[in-house]
């Protein structure tokens, strides 16, 4: 692949990822977190097999910021007890990143998408009731 194209395949990501960030809400922001922590670990993965090594650290460095993102999104006010053990297991996955950053370990990138797994399919299974939960909360604000 020519340069040419890689930098416009890289420029055509960067821009559909900006529109998709501009009309996002909220719920659709984590979800694309949890979306680009998963494709960072698979980066990740490719790069150690390859030997690439500085496109394997700019994969775990955006998946190690993914996981900062996350941790900072967290509410403690609410559900304290599950914002904690998201917070431990944001934490946990970080600390397992830099291990397999370090020692080019697959079996612990296996471990962060396992663990990453449940959080991510669970926070798409609620897209739906969330969006109605939404329009409800619209409809009795627009009834006076």
Not at 5 to 32: C, F, I, V
Not at 52 to 59: L, R, S, T, V, W
Not at 60 to 78: N, P, Y
Not at 110 to 122: F, G, S, T
Request: net charge neutral.
């Amino acid at each position: 692949m020519s340069y040419m194209s890689r930098n416009g395949s890289a420029l055509y990501a960067q821009t559909r990822a900006q529109g998709s960030l501009e009309g996002a809400d909220r719920h659709q922001l984590l979800a694309m977190l949890l979306d680009g922590l998963v494709d960072r670990i698979n980066q990740a993965r490719g790069h150690i097999l390859h030997k690439d090594i500085p496109a394997k650290g700019q994969a775990f460095g955006k998946a190690i910021g993914i996981l900062v993102a996350l941790r900072e999104s967290l509410d403690h006010t609410v559900e304290p007890t599950l914002t904690g053990r998201l917070d431990a297991l944001y934490d946990y996955i970080t600390r397992r990143l830099l291990h397999a950053q370090l020692n080019d370990d697959l079996r612990a990138l296996d471990e962060c998408e396992r663990l990453i797994a449940p959080i991510r399919e669970a926070w798409h299974a609620i897209r739906e009731p969330y969006l109605a939960e939404l329009a409800q909360l619209k409809a009795q604000v627009a009834v006076p």
